[in-house]
């Protein structure tokens, strides 16, 4: 239950916004000298080295809103600067979402990608990791540079306002913010933030969380008719272990979607209701004019638990195919030659074509060891897409083990009513408007997002084009979204000291429409998640 809430209003007349949205929001805080050795829940020994900088303070305040922090790369980063930020945190710990993952959830990275660059994993981690060890890894590091002090927990940001030039004065602007710089000195304008304090229950708000997408349905053909219940995988990982396995047992269940969140609710499932007896059901149905196909994993033959999957997926046991490391098929400067890149030279443009069909024998090369190890193929399950385009998208899953082979599987050809008693929804979250409502201005909440038919219009993936003094970190996906994250919060650090000026408007619309047509021929549908999965190594070498 919700406490009274104190709404505060901040302004600064040189305050900067920095929105984070993703696994690496908090990384620019001053590190004080200390030193701790510290062992898990888990066993692993995590020692912490002593850090300590010296630097001036600069007068400038800067305030980090960070939606869905875990650590933050960018505030250790800043103060390294001199500069002091400010962390608001709607929840009670650091972690983001990791505070609320189900039991089942893996770390969907191998421990290389998923790491900051200063702070290793211990070599006694290996594997898929389990939520506890992540935990502990980000805890570790926020002991290892004291970042706690510099978040203030359970205060939300409400919104975000600019005041001074309107929109007409800044769309006349040939240089970001009027001066190309980070902060505006010469007063054009200030902005105010409004926080929410709550000593009640919050819930998180990143682009992976808060604003649940529901598919939408025909009038008296959705959940307004069904006599059970209907969640989001949202509200199922918020409630608790105990309270999630008591959801669940003993009740017919359906699951909509094929990827993490809905792999993981259906994993539990077998585990709660005891039976493991997976019965695949091949049906094609229409819901809003789209082709599904149900998966029903049997957890009892009282209470199956039926998958509703709308897009068939390579979702994959580890990150390897017949041996050979995904590292050494996907992700390397290699690989990134057979793909055409933005700003790519002549040669590089003419090495991409030739190299072309190599990529195809690759992604073949993968497609044939998942066939192998998994069913799909028997069972009509095997995607329409390449799994090239499945990695430079990031949309494929860790299968918990043993996910298809739990006693045995039946395929069934013809459609037939499904009983349920509780229907979740594992089908993601609505990032853009998450991203469109933090703005309180009309002009700036119809901006931020851009055309439906173009990608967010942020130049180096972080600035907006027509806001000042405003940098959104972590909103695009990559291959290691820690480590792109760290990258950029590097690069931010740079550009708040004045250590270079960002291009012109018109030359940073140039480097958008670029960035924007390589997503189109590489993403084709899914442009709007700003992947650069597929070329991460070209796009962080485009930030030094």
């Known amino acids: 239950m919700e406490s009274k809430r104190i709404i505060s209003t901040i302004a600064s007349l040189n305050l900067g916004i920095v929105i984070g949205f993703n696994t690496c929001i908090h990384d620019i805080l001053t590190p004080p000298s200390l030193f701790a050795f510290l062992r898990g829940t888990n ?119 600019y005041v001074g030039a309107d929109l007409e004065e800044m769309e006349s602007w040939d240089l970001w913010g009027g001066t190309g710089g980070a902060f505006d000195r010469a007063g054009r304008g200030v902005w105010h933030v409004t926080v929410e304090k709550e000593d009640g229950l919050l819930r998180f708000s990143g682009r992976f969380s808060g604003l649940p997408n529901i598919p939408s349905f025909l009038k008296n053909k959705g959940p307004e008719i069904f006599n059970g219940k209907v969640i989001h995988s949202m509200d199922y990982a918020n409630v608790g272990n105990t309270i999630a396995s008591n959801l669940l047992k003993g009740k017919h269940i359906i699951i909509v979607d094929f990827l993490k969140s809905a792999l993981d609710i259906a994993a539990e ?110 069972y009509g399950l095997v995607p329409d897409h390449s799994f090239f385009h499945a990695m430079s998208l990031a949309l494929f899953a860790v299968l918990s083990e043993n996910f298809y082979e739990r006693d045995s599987i039946i395929l069934e050809g013809h459609s037939v009513p499904i009983k349920a008693d509780l ?84 030359l940073m619309e140039k480097d958008v429409k670029e960035w924007d047509k390589y997503m189109k021929d590489y993403n084709h549908e899914y442009y709007r998640r700003s992947s650069i999965a597929g070329i991460h190594i070209w796009y962080n070498d485009q930030l030094l």
């Open 269 to 378: 499932c077998t585990d709660i209701n005891v039976m493991f007896i997976i019965i695949i059901i091949i049906i094609i149905i229409k819901i809003s004019n789209v082709g599904l196909h149900l998966l029903n994993l049997q957890c009892s033959k009282e209470f199956p638990c039926t998958m509703i999957v709308r897009t068939k997926r390579w979702n994959v046991y580890d990150f390897s195919a017949w041996g050979v490391p995904f590292g050494y098929c996907y992700g390397n400067h290699f690989s990134e030659l057979l793909s055409h890149k933005p700003g790519e030279g002549i040669m590089l443009r003419l090495l991409a074509t030739l190299l072309s069909p190599l990529r195809w024998v690759i992604s073949k090369f993968v497609e044939s060891y998942i066939k192998k190890i998994t069913p799909i193929k028997k």
């Open 43 to 161: 066993g692993v020994d995590w020692k912490i080295e002593p850090k300590s900088f010296n630097h001036p303070c600069f007068p400038q305040m800067m305030v980090s809103l960070s939606e869905s922090p875990l650590i933050s790369s960018d505030d250790q980063y800043l103060l390294q600067k001199g500069f002091r930020p400010v962390v608001f945190e709607a929840g009670r710990s650091i972690g983001g979402v990791w505070t609320s993952t189900l039991c089942s959830t893996l770390l969907q990275t191998p421990t290389e990608g998923y790491r900051f660059i200063d702070f290793p994993w211990p070599e006694s981690v290996i594997g898929a990791l389990n939520r506890e060890l992540v935990m502990e890894y980000l805890e570790a590091y926020a002991c290892l540079f004291d970042l706690i002090r510099h978040v203030r927990f359970r205060e939300k940001v409400a919104g975000l306002e």
């Open 423 to 506: 229907v979740i929804f594992g089908t993601g979250f609505k990032g853009d408007k998450k991203l469109r409502n933090i703005f309180k201005s009309p002009s700036f909440h119809s901006i931020v997002t851009g055309s439906s038919e173009n990608i967010v219009p942020l130049y180096r993936e972080c600035i907006h084009l027509r806001i000042p003094q405003m940098v959104v970190i972590g909103y695009s996906e990559s291959a290691s979204n820690l480590y792109t994250s760290e990258m950029r919060a590097m690069w931010l650090s740079h550009f708040l000291e004045d250590g270079f000026q960002l291009p012109s408007i018109k």
